[in-house]
């Protein structure tokens, strides 16, 4: 299935290591570099690092990387989230719809480029009507369901030429003889995960989850992963493992540690 507008596509990479094949270029924190990124699964009751999964340093890469951290957990430690928590970059609708799916409560900020249009109406200005499947326009006329776009997977909406025609506000609406907007099809999905924004719950994980780019740094810093010492995906997947396995090791020394 083709990934919603808002979640990355894989593409395919402009150059390639000579050496490191399996690497992805990057200029992430820092010049440009091929690289690999280490996705930990991280309980942030504990700060235990339940695993860690190696893809290259691409953003699509990090995104897919949860879905296998998170039905691994399941697999093989017998664990099923109630909450992920993560930062907006994972709020893509099908990633939420499948959270949601699964009972787990996405604690994410939703991307959301909805208003990202200059002069006419944005599609918040379009209220939903779930039952009838419908938009009301702000002069609240519909705009009814004319198909949905595959490819892009995105449903249209589309108001009637004799509506728009005569309307006062079509100057701010379009150029247009009528008004088209989409909703992706993962939309109920992006909206139960906006429900949650603002809760004390929401609020909670959200601090909470700050507490991973500590992890993030110790592992850089302390645990030597600024550098990768063997090549290939496998070899960045087994130093993050060792590296992982070090950091609780660590963490169940400070916890045994008299006080």
Same mark, same amino acid.
């Given at each position: 299935?083709?990934?919603?507008?808002?979640?990355?596509?894989?593409?395919?990479?402009?150059?390639?290591?000579?050496?490191?094949?399996?690497?992805?270029?990057?200029?992430?924190?820092?010049?440009?570099?091929?690289?690999?990124?280490?996705?930990?699964?991280?309980?942030?009751?504990?700060?235990?690092?339940?695993?860690?999964?190696?893809?290259?340093?691409?953003?699509?890469?990090?995104?897919?990387?949860?879905?296998?951290?998170?039905? +691994?957990?399941? *697999? %093989? @430690?017998?664990? !099923?989230?109630?909450?992920? &928590? =993560?930062d907006k970059a994972y709020g893509s609708g099908p990633l939420l719809g499948w959270l949601i799916d699964?009972?787990?409560?996405?604690?994410i900020p939703v991307i959301d480029r909805s208003r990202q249009r200059d002069a006419f109406f944005t599609?918040?200005?379009?209220?939903?009507?779930?039952?009838?499947?419908?938009?009301?326009?702000?002069?609240?006329?519909?705009?009814?369901?004319?198909?949905?776009?595959?490819?892009?997977?995105?449903?249209?909406?589309?108001?009637?030429?004799?509506?728009?025609?005569?309307?006062?506000?079509?100057?701010?609406?379009?150029?247009?003889?009528? +008004?088209?907007? *989409? %909703? @992706?099809?993962? !939309?109920?999905?992006?909206? &139960? =995960?906006?429900?949650?924004?603002?809760?004390?719950?929401?609020?909670?994980?959200?601090?909470?989850?700050?507490?991973?780019?500590?992890?993030?740094?110790?592992?850089?810093?302390?645990?030597?992963?600024?550098?990768?010492?063997?090549?290939?995906?496998?070899?960045?997947?087994?130093?993050?493992?060792?590296?992982?396995?070090?950091?609780?090791?660590?963490?169940?020394?400070?916890?045994?540690?008299?006080?």
């Amino acid at each position: 299935m083709p990934p919603d507008p808002d979640e990355p596509a894989p593409v395919d990479p402009t150059s390639i290591s000579p050496t490191d094949p399996q690497a992805a270029l990057t200029c992430k924190h820092g010049p440009a570099r091929y690289a690999y990124a280490i996705n930990p699964l991280l309980d942030l009751d504990t700060d235990c690092i339940l695993d860690v999964e190696a893809t290259p340093a691409r953003f699509a890469a990090e995104v897919a990387a949860t879905r296998t951290l998170v039905s +691994r957990a399941g *697999t %093989r @430690l017998g664990i !099923e989230p109630e909450s992920l &928590a =993560a930062d907006k970059a994972y709020g893509s609708g099908p990633l939420l719809g499948w959270l949601i799916d699964r009972k787990i409560t996405p604690y994410i900020p939703v991307i959301d480029r909805s208003r990202q249009r200059d002069a006419f109406f944005t599609r918040d200005a379009f209220r939903y009507d779930r039952e009838a499947d419908t938009y009301r326009c702000p002069a609240d006329k519909p705009l009814g369901y004319c198909g949905t776009k595959r490819a892009n997977q995105v449903r249209v909406y589309r108001s009637h030429v004799a509506d728009c025609a005569g309307c006062e506000l079509k100057p701010r609406c379009t150029v247009s003889r009528k +008004r088209s907007i *989409t %909703r @992706l099809v993962s !939309e109920d999905a992006r909206d &139960a =995960a906006r429900a949650l924004a603002g809760t004390d719950a929401y609020v909670h994980a959200r601090r909470r989850r700050k507490r991973i780019e500590r992890v993030f740094g110790h592992l850089k810093r302390n645990l030597g992963l600024r550098t990768l010492k063997l090549r290939g995906l496998a070899g960045a997947a087994e130093e993050f493992s060792m590296a992982a396995a070090a950091y609780n090791l660590q963490l169940l020394a400070r916890q045994a540690a008299p006080a």
